[in-house]
């Protein structure tokens, strides 16, 4: 999610020794290898689809059995009143790192993550964008992960971080807006404590709906449209004509999705028009021999475009994903 700056600490204190208490009671066995592949980096499933050791993001979320063993981490996420869909334990061991990248599919678009560190040092690095800190263990921070980010641990030890992902609540961005406010008048935060409360039950809110069957015609333009103007805005940096091209085959694919759209609407009968006229976008995605890149972050607009839009837009799997 685009953030107004690329690192925002919430005001929330964490007990760090009783969260790190925790997760080092968890088996050796629930730390698996993180999806991306990424070298020395491990992940312990705590909210996933329907609670199994996967890394899902599209389905109803359930605590995993590994999350239920966790009092305090419940009571933790649950203080955030917030509905939340896939979360983690993040480990990133001795000298390893995450490669510099971006966050772009569908499911950041309206999501943050939230990240808590548990075991870490002064020497890790988190950086985004052009600006570097230092996590430290009882703190919570947002960042802006549209924008390109890595994550360096220098040290001889493993770090951890609880990460949760949560598109917030109208209480959780008021907060993040008081929490920007008292950085840039300088005025600093009055932090709130999260205790651990001894046999306490949390309500824990999981998503139940997060990727829709077919996605209606205002969120397709409204994600189009975002990233149109963020290619007319590096508009020096492409070709004119190719950049015309781009601009007229996605708004050809809003304008054939709203026809869709009053024909079927997101009955499952009307999937197949949608995957058909979405097919068509991808060949001719395809035929683009050069990238049209996007200010904000550097990305190009195909990639964003598959990755935002065509990949989520019906719940149908596209042919030949990985040749694009």
Same mark, same amino acid.
């Given at each position: 999610?685009?953030?107004? /700056?690329?690192f925002i !600490?919430? &005001? $929330? ?6 969260? +790190? ?10 730390w698996?290898?993180? @999806? ?21 993001? #599209?389905? @109803? ?9 966790? %009092?305090y ?9 917030? *509905?939340?869909? !896939?979360? /983690?334990?993040? =480990? ?5 790192e ?19 560190p548990? $075991? ?7 950086? =985004? ?22 994550? *360096? ?34 005025t600093?935060?009055e932090?709130?404590? *999260? ?9 824990? $809110? ?6 829709? &069957?077919?996605?209606?015609?205002? %969120?397709?333009?409204?994600? =189009? ?14 070709? @004119?004509?190719?950049? +015309?091209?781009f601009? #007229?085959?996605? !708004?050809?694919?809003?304008q054939?999705?709203?026809? $869709?759209w009053?024909l ?12 058909? !006229? #979405? ?10 021999d /050069? ?15 598959l ?5 989520? =837009?019906?719940?149908?799997?596209i ?6």
């Amino acid at each position: 999610m685009k953030l107004a /700056r690329e690192f925002i !600490r919430l &005001p $929330l204190k964490v007990d760090a020794e009783r969260l +790190a208490e925790e997760v080092s009671q968890l088996p050796e066995v629930a730390w698996g290898a993180h @999806p991306t592949g990424f070298k020395g980096n491990s992940a312990v499933p705590l909210i996933s689809v329907r609670g199994g050791n996967n890394d899902l993001i #599209r389905g @109803p979320m359930a605590m995993t059995e590994h999350l239920k063993r966790c %009092e305090y981490i419940q009571q933790l996420l649950a203080s955030f009143q917030v *509905v939340f869909g !896939r979360s /983690r334990l993040m =480990c990133l061991g001795p000298g390893a790192e995450v490669p510099l990248h971006c966050d772009s599919n569908y499911h950041w678009y309206t999501r943050v993550r939230i990240h808590i560190p548990v $075991l870490t040092y002064p020497e890790v690095e988190f950086h =985004c964008h052009d600006q570097m800190i230092n996590m430290a263990a009882g703190e919570v921070w947002i960042f802006d992960n549209w924008k390109m980010h890595r994550v *360096v641990n220098p040290t001889a030890h493993k770090r951890i971080h609880l990460v949760a992902d949560t598109a917030g609540s109208a209480a959780f961005w008021d907060m993040v807006d008081k929490s920007l406010a008292a950085t840039e008048q300088g005025t600093g935060l009055e932090y709130t404590a *999260v205790d651990y409360q001894p046999g306490v039950q949390a309500e824990l $809110l999981t998503e139940q709906y997060n990727t829709p &069957p077919v996605m209606s015609p205002s %969120e397709v333009e409204v994600l =189009c449209e975002d990233l149109l103007n963020d290619m007319d805005a590096a508009a020096a940096q492409n070709n @004119p004509g190719l950049a +015309a091209r781009f601009s #007229r085959m996605v !708004r050809a694919m809003i304008q054939d999705w709203r026809k $869709l759209w009053t024909l079927y609407g997101p009955a499952q009968q009307g999937q197949g028009a949608f995957e058909q !006229r #979405r097919n068509q976008v991808l060949r001719e995605l395809r035929s683009f021999d /050069r990238p049209l890149v996007l200010a904000s972050n550097g990305r190009t607009a195909q990639k964003i475009l598959l990755a935002r839009v065509l990949v989520a =837009c019906v719940d149908r799997p596209i042919p030949g994903l990985k040749t694009l």
